[in-house]
C-alpha cells in the first residue's frame, strides 16, 4: 500500500507514472513447492527426474497464485500494471542479466574463488551474505568445554565450541598470540586457559600455577592428543597449537578448536601453518567428513565404533549422542544452553552450516567507496537508516557469492574449457554465433547443451557451460534496465525513466533489494538506481511477535478486508504510526480508525446529502455563487486551504502518517466545529454554508485520494463527478481555495482553546452542556482578549452562558495550590520525599507561579530554593505542579495561561431552560426512532412530570421550532396521546419522567 499512495499522489500533482508490475519467478522459493508437489527430497532425485522436467514444472508453478495475487491487488486499490508486468523468467530478461554480468566481467570483477561460505544443506548450495541476513534465528543449543591433553605433560587444554558438530573436522587449535594463559589446578587435573576466563569458566578459588604469553604456550606444548573423535581415515597422533590474531579472549577459554572445513578464520589459518597438511590451492587436501547435504560420511565414528553416517550435523539428537560420547571418554568438562542467533535458510528455514566450496564471487568489496558515495545521493526514510543499517551493511559487505548449484534461474553465462580459460557471453546472439545454435529457451539444461571453441590463442580445447545459476537477487537487482530489455532495445524508456524517483520496501531488504539495486548499479558504473526510500517496519501479532504460519500467529488479508474494507486496512497502515516503527497489527485497531474518522466522514458527507437534499429547491434557485461573510465559512475555508498545503508537503516528503493525521484534524475541525456550529444555517437553506462545506468535502476527497481511494471516489462521484474520478483530478492546491485568512485561523483557535477549557470545566462539575450557566469568565489580555471578543457570540453558546467576562490574569480567578511532582522528584529524594513535598507545599503558590510563567523551565535558585535534610535544592518547572483552586461556586479549567471560570449558581430559569433543551434533545431522539425524515413537520404531545411540563410551556416556541412540531399539546391524558399518535415512549430527564408521543403531520 506504501507502494501505491506516493504514486497516486504524485500522478494527481500531474507527474506520468508508471505503474508496470513485476514478478520474482526463479530461485529456491519455486523448486521447494515443487519439490514437495513432486514428493522430491533432494538434487539427487530432481537429477533422476529431469532438469528439463522438473525446470518445466517450476515454470508452471510460477503463477499458481496469479489470479488470487491480481484479485487482492484489486481489492486493496493497488494502481497496479499487471497486464504488462516484467517476468525475470522471459528470454528478454535473462539477456539483459547476462549482459550485465559481461560487463561486470570486464570489469575484472567477477570471479571464482574457494572459501567457507555459508550454505544450506537442505538446497545445496551456497548463500550471500545479504540472503543469510533475512534468515537469522534467537534459538538455544549445547555447547561444549572439552578437556584436550597435551602430548609433552598433564596439563590439558580447555577448548569452548557452540558446534559439537565441527569437531571430527578438527585439525588443531588456536590462541592468541599476545593473550596471558595459565595453568591452573582443580581437584586432580590441571588446565590451561586465558587468564581472563579463569572465573568465568572455573568459579572462584582456581589456584594459578603458571602464566605464559600465548606464543610461550605454543612453543611450551607444541601440540595435543588428537583427533577429537575416532575416525575411520585418521590415526591418533598429536596435532598442532598454533596461534593467530583471530583468537579474542573476550568469551569461550580463549583457545579455539581449527576446522577449515567449517570456518573462515580456520580456514585462512590452517592453509598458511606448515604442520597442518591442507594446501588452498589442492581442495582435495582439505579435511571435510561433512558430505554436501549436511550429513557425516562413512569416516566418523563413536568411541565404540559405531558409525555416524548419515546422520544431520545440526539434528538436536546427534548433538546429544556427540556430547555423550566425549563425556565417555572424559573428554567433557561441562555443557551448557547457548542461546545465540543463528542464521538459517531463509527459503526452507533449515540451519546454515559455514561450508567450504568453490564459487563465483563478484568483488563488491573493491567498490566499496563507490557505493557509500552512491548512498549519499538517496534520501532514506527514515533518514537513520541511510548511515545506520543501510550504511553500515555497505561500509562492512563483502564481496557477493553469486553462483548457487541448483536448476530453476537465470543460468550463469560462463564458459569455461579444461585449461581453465574463461568467456563471459554478453547476448543470445554472440552464444548463437559462436555455438552455431539458436535457443529458445536459454534455461537449464538447454543451455547446458551448448560448447564453444576456446578463443584462446593456442588452445584447442573446447568450452562447457559451469553448471551454476546465479543468486536471484541478482534477478531482482537488474530489474531496472532488463525489464526495459536494456541495452538491446528500449533505451530511451531506460534513459527517461532511470534513477526511480521512490521505491518502498519492508528493512530487511536494507540487505535484499535496495542492496543489490545499488550494487549492481554500481557495478555498471551507473548512478544510484533510486532517489528515495521508504523502509518499513515489520508487521508483528498483537503480543509483538513476528508473525509465522508455524506460530499460527498470521493474519489472513481478506479476513480483514471483509470485516472493515480495503480504505479502513489502508488507513490503518498510513496513519497508526510511522511506517518504519513497525506495527503491532490489531484488528480492533483498524475498527478504532473506522470508528474515529471513515464514520465521522461519511456522517459529515451524509449531513450535507441529507440537507442539500432538503434544500434543493431553494438551492437550485441560486444562479450566482454566495458571497462568503461568515467568519465560520472564511474560516473552514482557510483551514481548509492550509490542510491541502501541509499535506502535500508531507506527502512530497514521503510522510503519509502526518499527511494523513492532517486530514483526520481538519474533518474534525470541519464535522466538530464549523458544521455543528452551522446546523441552523444549513436547515434554513443558507446557500454560502452549502456552498462552503461542499469545497471543503470535495477537498477533502481529493485530498483523500491516495489514502483511501474508494470513499474518496464515491465521495467526489456524487458531490461533482465532472472527471470520471477523483484520481484524474489536480490534488489540492491551497492557492485553489483561495488566500488564506492566518489572522482568521488565529482567532478561531484562541475561541476553541476558550471552548475548550470551559467545556472541561464543566466535565469538572458534571454539568452537561444543555444546562445554561449564568457567566464564563475567561483568562485574556492584550491581543488574545481582541481575538476571542471578535467571536464572543460563538464561545458564549458554545459553552452555553448568558455572558462572557474577561480578567487579565489567572489569579483573578482564584488562588494557587503548588504540589510536589514526585515523578520527577521521587528518585532525587528517595526517602526524604515526603520533607520534600512538605517544603514544596509550604511555598508561596503565586510567587512560584509568577516565576514559573515568567522564567520557564529553569527557576532562578535565588528565588526559590527548598532545604531538606541539611541540603539546599533548586527546582525546575517540572518538579512542581501548579492548580488554580477555584472559588466558592466556580469551576475551573486551567493550562498554562489560559483559563475559564464558569459560575455554577443555577436558578430557576436557568434550570427551566435546560431542561427545555432536553427535552428537545428527548423529541429529537424520539424522531429517529419514529423513522422520520429529517424534514417531516410533527403534531406532538408531552406528558410528565410538571416541573417538566412546565418547562416546556415557557419554551414552547424553542421546543416546537427545533423539533418542527406544527402542533405541541402538553400534558393531555398519556393514553389517550398514545392512541392517537403513531409513536410514543417514556423516558426521563434529570430523574424526572416525561411521556413523548409524535406523528407525521
Not at 590441571?190 to 572455573?202: N, Q
Request: glycine share 8%.
Amino acid at each position: 500500500m506504501f507502494k501505491d499512495i506516493y504514486p497516486r499522489f504524485q500522478t494527481m500533482r500531474g507527474y506520468q507514472v508508471q505503474r508496470k508490475g513485476g514478478w520474482d519467478c526463479h530461485g529456491l522459493p519455486v523448486e521447494i513447492a515443487v519439490e514437495q508437489e513432486l514428493g522430491i527430497r533432494s538434487k539427487a532425485e530432481i537429477e533422476q527426474f529431469g532438469i528439463a522436467e522438473f525446470n518445466a514444472k517450476c515454470r508452471a508453478s510460477v503463477f499458481t497464485f496469479l489470479e488470487e495475487w491480481n484479485r487482492l491487488t484489486e481489492r486493496i486499490g493497488f494502481w497496479l500494471d499487471l497486464d504488462d508486468a516484467y517476468r525475470t523468467l522471459d528470454e528478454s530478461y535473462i539477456e539483459s542479466v547476462w549482459w550485465a554480468l559481461a560487463q561486470i566481467h570486464e570489469r575484472g570483477l567477477l570471479y571464482e574463488g574457494r572459501k567457507v561460505v555459508p550454505y544450506c544443506p537442505r538446497c545445496e548450495t551456497t548463500l550471500s551474505s545479504h540472503e543469510v541476513a533475512l534468515g537469522y534465528r534467537d534459538i538455544v543449543e549445547e555447547s561444549v568445554f572439552i578437556k584436550l591433553p597435551v602430548l609433552s605433560g598433564e596439563e590439558k587444554l580447555l577448548v569452548w565450541t557452540t558446534t559439537p558438530w565441527t569437531l571430527p573436522g578438527n585439525v588443531a587449535v588456536a590462541v592468541s598470540p599476545d593473550a596471558t594463559y595459565a595453568k591452573v589446578q582443580v581437584g586432580d587435573e590441571m588446565f590451561v586457559l586465558a587468564e581472563a576466563r579463569i572465573e568465568a569458566v572455573l568459579g572462584d578459588g582456581t589456584e594459578i600455577l603458571e602464566r605464559f604469553s600465548g606464543l610461550e604456550l605454543v612453543e611450551k606444548y607444541k601440540a595435543y592428543q588428537g583427533p577429537i573423535f575416532r575416525l575411520a581415515d585418521r590415526e591418533p597422533g598429536g596435532l598442532p597449537i598454533l596461534a593467530d590474531s583471530f583468537v579474542t579472549t573476550e568469551d569461550g577459554t580463549g583457545i579455539v578448536h581449527l576446522a577449515p572445513a567449517f570456518g573462515e578464520d580456520d580456514y585462512r589459518v590452517a592453509g598458511a601453518a606448515p604442520e597442518i597438511p591442507f594446501d588452498p590451492t589442492q581442495p582435495g587436501t582439505l579435511y571435510n567428513p561433512v558430505r554436501g547435504d549436511g550429513t557425516y560420511d562413512d569416516r566418523v565414528l563413536s568411541h565404540d565404533g559405531r558409525s555416524y553416517e548419515g546422520r544431520f550435523v545440526k539434528d538436536p539428537a546427534l548433538t546429544k549422542e556427540l556430547i555423550a560420547d566425549l563425556r565417555e571418554r572424559g573428554l567433557l568438562l561441562r555443557e551448557q544452553e547457548y542461546e545465540h542467533s543463528y542464521p538459517h535458510c531463509w527459503r526452507c528455514g533449515t540451519p546454515l552450516l559455514y561450508y567450504a566450496k568453490s564459487s563465483w564471487y563478484i568483488a563488491t568489496s573493491a567498490l566499496r567507496d563507490e557505493l557509500l558515495a552512491a548512498n549519499e545521493t538517496v534520501a532514506w526514510h527514515p533518514p537513520h537508516v541511510k548511515h545506520g543499517r543501510f550504511g553500515d551493511w555497505l561500509s562492512n559487505n563483502v564481496d557477493w557469492a553469486l553462483s548457487r548449484e541448483r536448476y530453476w534461474g537465470t543460468p550463469l553465462p560462463v564458459w569455461r574449457c579444461p585449461d581453465g580459460h574463461l568467456r563471459v557471453i554478453g547476448s543470445f546472439s554472440e552464444l548463437a554465433d559462436l555455438a552455431g545454435t539458436a535457443l529458445e529457451d536459454h534455461h537449464r539444461p538447454y543451455v547446458d547443451d551448448l560448447s564453444i571453441a576456446c578463443a584462446e590463442p593456442g588452445c584447442k580445447q573446447t568450452m562447457e557451460r559451469v553448471p551454476e545459476v546465479i543468486d536471484v537477487w541478482f534477478d531482482s537487482g537488474a530489474m531496472p534496465f532488463a525489464q526495459h530489455h536494456f541495452p538491446f532495445e528500449h533505451e530511451d524508456v531506460f534513459a527517461e525513466r532511470y534513477p526511480a524517483d521512490f521505491i518502498c520496501e519492508a528493512q530487511d531488504q536494507t540487505r535484499g533489494w535496495f542492496y543489490s539495486l545499488l550494487v549492481i548499479a554500481t557495478l555498471l558504473g551507473k548512478q544510484a538506481p533510486y532517489k528515495n526510500v521508504v523502509c518499513l517496519g515489520l508487521i508483528l501479532d498483537e503480543d509483538g511477535q513476528k508473525m509465522s504460519k508455524s506460530k499460527g500467529n498470521t493474519v489472513e488479508p481478506w479476513q480483514v478486508l471483509d470485516a472493515y474494507g480495503a480504505d479502513a486496512f489502508r488507513w490503518y497502515f498510513f496513519t497508526s504510526k510511522a511506517p518504519w516503527d513497525g506495527y503491532r497489527f490489531s484488528a480492533e485497531t483498524i475498527g478504532e480508525g473506522v470508528r474515529l474518522f471513515l464514520k465521522q466522514l461519511w456522517s459529515t458527507y451524509f449531513f450535507y446529502v441529507l440537507y442539500a437534499e432538503a434544500n434543493a429547491s431553494v438551492l437550485g434557485e441560486a444562479s450566482e455563487p454566495a458571497e462568503l461573510t461568515d467568519d465560520l465559512d472564511r474560516w473552514a475555508l482557510s483551514r481548509t486551504a492550509a490542510t491541502a498545503q501541509l499535506v502535500a508537503e508531507r506527502l512530497d516528503a514521503y510522510d503519509a502518517t502526518s499527511a494523513g493525521r492532517a486530514i483526520a484534524g481538519l474533518l474534525d475541525e470541519l464535522s466538530n466545529w464549523y458544521v455543528r456550529r452551522s446546523r441552523r444555517r444549513f436547515w434554513d437553506g443558507d446557500q454560502a454554508a452549502f456552498e462552503t462545506l461542499r469545497t471543503c468535502l470535495l477537498t477533502v476527497a481529493k485530498l483523500l485520494a491516495p489514502f483511501c481511494p474508494f470513499i474518496a471516489d464515491e465521495i467526489y462521484d456524487n458531490l461533482d463527478g465532472t472527471l470520471e474520478s477523483v484520481h484524474l483530478c489536480d490534488f489540492p492546491t491551497g492557492e485553489l481555495l483561495g488566500e488564506r485568512d492566518v489572522e482568521l485561523e488565529q482567532r478561531m483557535a484562541l475561541a476553541r482553546e476558550t471552548v475548550r477549557l470551559g467545556l472541561g470545566a464543566r466535565g469538572k462539575a458534571k454539568i452537561k452542556v444543555r444546562q445554561p450557566l449564568a457567566e464564563a469568565i475567561v483568562v485574556a489580555d492584550g491581543r488574545e482578549r481582541a481575538a476571542i471578543e471578535r467571536l464572543v457570540d460563538v464561545v458564549r453558546e458554545e459553552l452555553n452562558v448568558k455572558r462572557v467576562r474577561f480578567v487579565a490574569a489567572a489569579e483573578e480567578l482564584g488562588s494557587y495550590e503548588v504540589k510536589a511532582n514526585y515523578r520527577t522528584l521521587g528518585p532525587l529524594f528517595g526517602k526524604d520525599m515526603p520533607r520534600a513535598a512538605e517544603a514544596i507545599a509550604a511555598l508561596d503558590p503565586a510567587r512560584v507561579a509568577s516565576i514559573v510563567a515568567t522564567a520557564g523551565n529553569e527557576i532562578d535558585s535565588a528565588k526559590i530554593g527548598i532545604a531538606v535534610a541539611g541540603r539546599e535544592h533548586t527546582l525546575s518547572a517540572e518538579d512542581v505542579i501548579l492548580t488554580m483552586k477555584a472559588p466558592e461556586g466556580y469551576s475551573v479549567e486551567r493550562e498554562g495561561a489560559h483559563a475559564v471560570a464558569l459560575d455554577l449558581t443555577i436558578d430557576d430559569d436557568l434550570r427551566a431552560e435546560g431542561q427545555a433543551r432536553e427535552i428537545v434533545h428527548a423529541i429529537q431522539n424520539a424522531r429517529k426512532a419514529a423513522g422520520l425524515e429529517v424534514e417531516d413537520r410533527i403534531e406532538s404531545r408531552l406528558e410528565g412530570d410538571e416541573a417538566l411540563i412546565e418547562a416546556a410551556r415557557e419554551h414552547r416556541d424553542y421546543v416546537a421550532g427545533e423539533t418542527l412540531a406544527v402542533k405541541l399539546d402538553l400534558g393531555d391524558d398519556v393514553s389517550a396521546t398514545a392512541a392517537a399518535m403513531d409513536y410514543s415512549e417514556q423516558t426521563e430527564i434529570d430523574g424526572l419522567s416525561l411521556s413523548i408521543s409524535l406523528r407525521r403531520s
